[in-house]
């Protein structure tokens, strides 16, 4: 089953999980999750031959990387003239198309009977080490199977007489073919035989140049994270209907619904490529509270890419880790677009789901990676994720979306913000399931990663980071903190129809990074906005993560009068020198007036170092509350989980996943949120560990059994 693979499945001898020498790709099946409201496609053409044996149980040698690197660059300037023959001009012709149809060296002889076949099969012998393929496509009804070299040949009744020739066996067999593929395809004046053949052929001189470009790139020095607290961040295999057991306090009986965090967690481990340590596939981990019980699943997203790469048994897709670097340069220029083409894939589709989960008020849970749309999952009624697919909005939406959305609840309206990095930046407004209102924006390539609404206006944010490729040349961060780049933001009313013009930009007078926010809302008729502000700090040359030359994030309250054009920004007192992140109020406020706010307290070291828990005071400007968690515990984004009284904004428990990296245990936690005592009111044990992630939700039962049956 996908998503669910042994332990020894991380290891170079875990067997069809692995990656495979370039002369051996397994490429089986996919079952493409594309977007939701896509017709499925019935085509099946299928190459099935003998498969080689791995090779990453002998170490890489320095002859093998010369080898490599040598292959690549002599065949670097193929990409072009495989360009011109696959690609139209002005198209690209694999814009559509589910997965590429061939991914082998043409076959040394015609497709031959070798016995009767009433089923319509035909077999010949295969050249040695030919890769297995699977395509599927075509127009619904139809069923062909296809074998070149040692395979079966599957095609409707009315064509299921063997002949010694494929020619006259089937004489429409390039019209069929031709209808499997999407317009364009083919380019005009050129035969099957010549496409089919450069397609092959572009393949094999793409990988030669990746293979090349790898042994460049140094691995180890990229997976350092993996060490961190004592091993926390690294992978971990599915799994489910764990029961969990108090190990102090009492889990509250009147508390049901579901807990959900998501995380990257790298599927090919060790990777034999660079990795960052947000490369990997999204992954849920689900606590499903009911009747005074707690039990725990874990189950990797179904994603096309997952679903591509686990089949083709390697890291196919580009990584942020890759980017790094002379060698990083020469992927982003030559390699990482073809790769994602010669896949089948468009670009919206490669994204990990890795990063946020939100629960869509219409009733939908979305797991989501600004590298794509929403892609859509389901709990069922034990709490066990289940994949869905991209979610396109009723199809008006191929596009990335941020990994903060914005919902107001009380209108139904939803706005999110994305981006191509380098190419464009744009706002939508979602209503009735559907993009209704989108404008796109001109704006720099800063990290553009949350934006904020309050009651009556939608407010974009553009901090003073910038991508870089001079920085990725020099291995440093992605994004750069450019002092001369001043924080501003641009504000529009919600009672207009989205349109660029109408944003109107106030800038502050100083620059900083603004990356997630705490809480946004109106005040005689200024908007405040709460946020962790982050401000330029020279890293010595001991630059990590995805920005550069950004120091520690402190809270601050920034008030933007849009009459004056006019940005005022004040640290909160009691949070002066308290790093924090990962800020959330309760859901059900976004936009509305309440009264606290949470964030995880950071100590130095890793981003993912968060020690603590603190409590905001937006009335009051303070900070209003801290927890510390005991030593060598670390835990994450703190999430509202309303009680079942009505006693204020506080009224309920701070929920989180902590790991205890000196005993090397995981436990679920939860904390009184308006006592705000560092005791908590139950710790439930995880007897596995539970990778630290990204960002949580939680949904109460009535929510629960709304997302449940949501069609």
């Keep these: 089953m996908l998503g669910q693979i042994e332990e020894d499945a991380f290891s170079p001898k875990g067997g069809d999980n692995l990656l495979r020498q370039f002369s051996a790709e397994p490429m089986l099946q996919v079952a493409r999750q594309k977007s939701i409201s896509n017709e499925s496609k019935s085509l099946h053409i299928q190459v099935d031959v003998e498969q080689a044996a791995p090779s990453h149980d002998v170490p890489r040698q320095t002859s093998s990387r010369l080898l490599w690197a040598g292959f690549g660059v002599a065949v670097l300037m193929f990409i072009g003239v495989s360009s011109c023959v696959l690609l139209p001009a002005s198209a690209n012709p694999l814009q559509h198309v589910p997965m590429l149809p061939f991914n082998v060296a043409l076959p040394h002889q015609s497709l031959r009977p070798s016995s009767p076949a009433s089923s319509g099969s035909l077999r010949s012998s295969a050249p040695p080490g030919l890769p297995q393929v699977v395509r599927q496509g075509a127009k619904r009804g139809q069923s062909v199977s296809m074998q070149m070299g040692g395979s079966v040949v599957d095609f409707p009744q009315e064509n299921t007489n063997p002949l010694p020739d494929l020619r006259d066996a089937f004489p429409n067999f390039k019209e069929k073919m031709r209808e499997a593929f999407p317009q364009g395809f083919f380019k005009q004046g050129k035969q099957f035989p010549e496409q089919l053949f450069s397609t092959v052929v572009d393949r094999v001189a793409i990988r030669a140049i990746d293979h090349g470009l790898d042994s460049l790139q140094e691995v180890p020095s990229s997976v350092t994270w993996a060490d961190d607290f004592n091993g926390a961040l690294k992978p971990v295999t599915p799994t489910g209907h764990v029961k969990l057991t108090v190990k102090s306090g009492k889990l509250p009986?009147?508390?049901?619904?579901?807990?959900?965090?998501?995380?990257?967690?790298?599927?090919?481990?060790?990777?034999?490529?660079?990795?960052?340590?947000?490369?990997?596939?999204?992954?849920?981990h689900s606590i499903r509270?009911?009747?005074?019980?707690?039990?725990?699943?874990?189950?990797?997203?179904?994603?096309?890419?997952?679903?591509?790469?686990?089949?083709?048994?390697?890291?196919?897709?580009?990584?942020?880790?890759?980017?790094?670097?002379?060698?990083?340069?020469?992927?982003?220029?030559?390699?990482?677009?073809?790769?994602?083409?010669?896949?089948?894939?468009?670009?919206?589709?490669?994204?990990?789901?890795?990063?946020?989960?939100?629960?869509?008020?219409?009733?939908?849970?979305?797991?989501?990676?600004?590298?794509?749309?929403?892609?859509?999952?389901?709990?069922?009624?034990?709490?066990?994720?289940?994949?869905?697919?991209?979610?396109?909005?009723?199809?008006?939406?191929?596009?990335?979306?941020?990994?903060?959305?914005?919902?107001?609840?009380?209108?139904?309206?939803?706005?999110?913000?994305?981006?191509?990095?380098?190419?464009?930046?744009?706002?939508?407004?979602?209503?009735d399931g559907k993009v209704t209102e989108y404008a796109e924006i001109d704006l720099p390539t800063g990290f553009h990663h949350d934006m904020c609404i309050t009651k009556n206006n939608v407010v974009l944010i553009d901090g003073s980071t910038r991508f870089s490729k001079e920085a990725m040349v020099l291995g440093k961060p992605l994004w750069q903190f450019e002092q001369s780049q001043m924080l501003r933001f641009g504000v529009m009313p919600r009672s207009k129809k989205l349109a660029a013009e109408d944003f109107k930009w106030i800038e502050a007078s100083v620059a900083a990074e603004l990356v997630h926010v705490l809480h946004a809302y109106e005040e005689d008729g200024k908007i405040i906005i709460w946020a962790p502000l982050s401000f330029y700090q020279d890293q010595d040359g001991k630059e990590e993560g995805l920005l550069g030359g950004v120091g520690p994030s402190t809270m601050h309250r920034i008030t933007v009068d849009v009459e004056s054009e006019q940005v005022d920004i004040q640290v909160v007192p009691g949070g002066e020198q308290i790093v924090n992140e990962f800020p959330r109020i309760r859901d059900d406020r976004m936009?509305?007036?309440?009264?606290?706010?949470?964030?995880?307290?950071?100590?130095?070291?890793?981003?993912?170092?968060?020690?603590?828990?603190?409590?905001?005071?937006?009335?009051?400007?303070?900070?209003?509350?801290?927890?510390?968690?005991?030593?060598?515990?670390?835990?994450?984004?703190?999430?509202?989980?309303?009680?079942?009284?009505?006693?204020?904004?506080?009224?309920?428990?701070?929920?989180?996943?902590?790991?205890?990296?000196?005993?090397?245990?995981?436990t679920w936690t939860l904390f009184d949120a308006q006592s705000f005592s560092s005791k908590p009111v139950v710790e439930l044990s995880v007897p596995r560990r539970v990778p630290l992630g990204f960002h949580a939700a939680w949904i109460n039962e009535e929510e629960f059994q709304k997302q449940l049956h949501t069609p």
Aim: with cysteine; glycine share 14%.
């Design 253 to 284: 009986v009147d508390l049901s619904g579901d807990y959900m965090r998501v995380g990257p967690n790298v599927c090919v481990w060790p990777p034999t490529k660079r990795t960052h340590v947000i490369d990997g596939d999204g992954m849920v």
């Design 289 to 431: 509270i009911k009747g005074g019980e707690a039990t725990y699943h874990c189950k990797y997203l179904q994603t096309p890419r997952h679903q591509f790469e686990r089949e083709v048994g390697e890291e196919w897709f580009p990584r942020i880790g890759e980017y790094t670097g002379l060698p990083g340069l020469a992927k982003v220029m030559t390699v990482a677009w073809r790769k994602t083409q010669l896949a089948g894939f468009e670009e919206w589709e490669t994204g990990t789901a890795n990063t946020a989960i939100a629960y869509n008020p219409a009733g939908k849970l979305w797991a989501l990676n600004e590298g794509g749309p929403p892609f859509r999952f389901r709990l069922d009624e034990e709490g066990v994720p289940h994949s869905m697919g991209f979610d396109t909005l009723l199809d008006t939406h191929r596009k990335p979306m941020s990994a903060h959305p914005k919902f107001d609840r009380n209108t139904g309206d939803l706005y999110f913000q994305g981006r191509v990095v380098m190419k464009e930046n744009y706002i939508a407004r979602v209503q």
């Design 591 to 666: 936009g509305l007036h309440t009264r606290y706010g949470f964030s995880g307290l950071q100590s130095p070291g890793s981003d993912f170092n968060f020690t603590g828990v603190l409590k905001w005071d937006f009335d009051k400007f303070k900070l209003a509350g801290r927890i510390d968690f005991p030593p060598n515990v670390v835990g994450g984004e703190p999430i509202f989980i309303p009680g079942s009284g009505k006693g204020g904004d506080d009224d309920g428990y701070i929920g989180m996943f902590l790991w205890d990296a000196e005993k090397e245990e995981s």
